[in-house]
């Protein structure tokens, strides 16, 4: 079954449960209610038919042994006092006129569940006897302080009889209405409701779909509005996200393959060329020729092996041995391997590196060669002449190492790419430099393992400052 049916029978079920839960208690308020204001009123009108049977007897020598003549009395003042005629006047003249009284209206059959029992309750002087069995309220008929009669009047049947009877199905009636009322108007909107929130989640599945099927410039369109449950605008939104990064790790992907592709063609096109020419008798075969082959072939093997590594980090942690090591003495060891060529290149290094910095638990291999690759990039791109600063610190629990060059520099949006493999801020800068374009990238790789970070920012001096914030010690090594 479909969502949007699902939450529409959902939605439909809470509104017909809600509207039967209210119209029933409304309807049982209602009965209830109505029940106890009948009661009220057949207890006001028994009073008063107490109040005219003691008037009636105090002009009688004997207890009536026909209570009918009272009971058309009571009812009589009764029409009279709905027409508005005080109880306390003399009735109309044409009350008096001869002939046959007019019938009588009793629309709640109160005079029918009317009984007159004796003083002591036990025998039934008037009233219909199949009265006797229901509950009923009771009043005493007193004559001089002294109990003549009882007076019983049995409660209605049913909740009401005769016009109260209508005026409490009409109260049902126009219930029910407004409850079918309610509840279409429920469904109406449960039905919207249901559309409304069904319809981003059919959009987030097509674009999931086309998405697994290679689409991956696919975007979902925020709400126009701005509403929407705040659940499925940030499914949306993740969505949109996750397309993003799959298609830029796509396109990340086919650069790689391109620039790698790229990168092997150079060194195995000399290589081909080389050995032809030898074949060819072109270049004689001497130590030198020998020499070029296996320069190439050294070049070739770096890269590969560079690429490997880098490889390797990608998919999961590269294999490390932590031991205890003295960071000064690997900073001084990477700047000494890179001093004379940088001396031969025209490039100062100065070194502002304190013996006394703490003991750590590296991987001395790989952080020599994380140093050695920053040493490198920067000996590589700064130009001549021009200066190399190499400073470092302690930073409590952490080592912070800053490598500063002169310029030239890099602009600010492109500092993060640097890390990126086969990239160069400058495509000037080509493979006459040397390098294969992912000593960054296997750098900041290494210091990730370490459980540091790598960044690159404007230097103080106008070239790029590498910053390496280094652990002292591994979470799994305290």
């Not at 975007?219 to 990064?245: C, F, H, K, T």
């Not at 493979?431 to 393992?449: E, K, M, P, T, Y």
């Amino acid at each position: 079954m479909r969502f949007v049916h699902q939450l529409s029978l959902l939605l439909i079920a809470t509104a017909l449960a809600s509207v039967a839960a209210v119209a029933g208690l409304v309807g049982w308020n209602l009965r209830e209610g109505f029940s106890d204001y009948l009661q009220a009123q057949d207890g006001e009108r028994l009073v008063r038919l107490a109040e005219a049977a003691e008037r009636d007897l105090s002009r009688r020598d004997a207890p009536p042994q026909d209570w009918r003549p009272v009971l058309r009395e009571w009812l009589e003042a009764s029409r009279m006092s709905a027409r508005g005629v005080s109880l306390d006047e003399p009735p109309p003249p044409e009350l008096h006129r001869e002939g046959p009284p007019p019938p009588r209206r009793d629309p709640a059959n109160f005079g029918a569940r009317v009984m007159v029992l004796s003083a002591d309750g036990a025998a039934l002087l008037a009233g219909r006897r199949d009265m006797l069995g229901r509950a009923s309220q009771a009043r005493d008929v007193k004559v001089d302080g002294r109990t003549v009669a009882v007076l019983r009047v049995a409660e209605r049947a049913g909740p009401a009889e005769g016009v109260d009877a209508n005026f409490l199905r009409r109260q049902y009636l126009g219930l029910a209405v407004v409850a079918g009322g309610v509840l279409v108007v429920a469904l109406v909107v449960a039905r919207l409701l249901a559309v409304r929130w069904s319809r981003p989640l059919a959009q987030a599945q097509a674009a999931a779909r086309r998405i697994a099927a290679g689409e991956l410039d696919v975007r979902l369109p925020r709400p126009r509005d701005g509403g929407g449950a705040s659940e499925i605008v940030g499914l949306q939104a993740d969505i949109n996200v996750m397309a993003e990064s799959l298609q830029r790790l796509e396109t990340s992907r086919r650069r790689w393959i391109a620039e790698l592709s790229h990168e092997l063609r150079t060194p195995l096109a000399v290589l081909r060329g080389e050995v032809e020419a030898m074949v060819d008798g072109i270049r004689p075969l001497d130590g030198a020729a020998l020499a070029s082959l296996q320069e190439e072939i050294k070049r070739l093997s770096r890269l590969v092996e560079d690429f490997h590594q880098l490889a390797t980090s990608e998919l999961r942690a590269l294999p490390h041995d932590f031991d205890p090591v003295a960071p000064a003495a690997l900073l001084q060891a990477a700047i000494e391997r890179v001093a004379p060529r940088a001396r031969a290149a025209g490039l100062v290094i100065t070194v502002d590196v304190p013996p006394s910095l703490p003991t750590a638990c590296w991987d001395a291999t790989r952080i020599s060669q994380l140093l050695a690759n920053l040493l490198e990039n920067s000996l590589r791109y700064t130009a001549v002449p021009g200066r190399m600063q190499v400073a470092a610190r302690s930073l409590g629990e952490a080592i912070e190492v800053r490598l500063d060059d002169t310029p030239p520099g890099v602009p600010e949006a492109d500092l993060d790419r640097l890390f990126d493999p086969l990239y160069r801020a400058d495509p000037s800068r080509s493979r006459a430099f040397g390098g294969s374009g992912l000593g960054l990238a296997i750098a900041r790789a290494i210091a990730q393992a370490h459980g540091g970070r790598l960044q690159a920012e404007a230097s103080p001096l106008g070239g790029v400052a590498m910053v390496l914030t280094l652990p002292l010690q591994q979470e799994g090594h305290r």
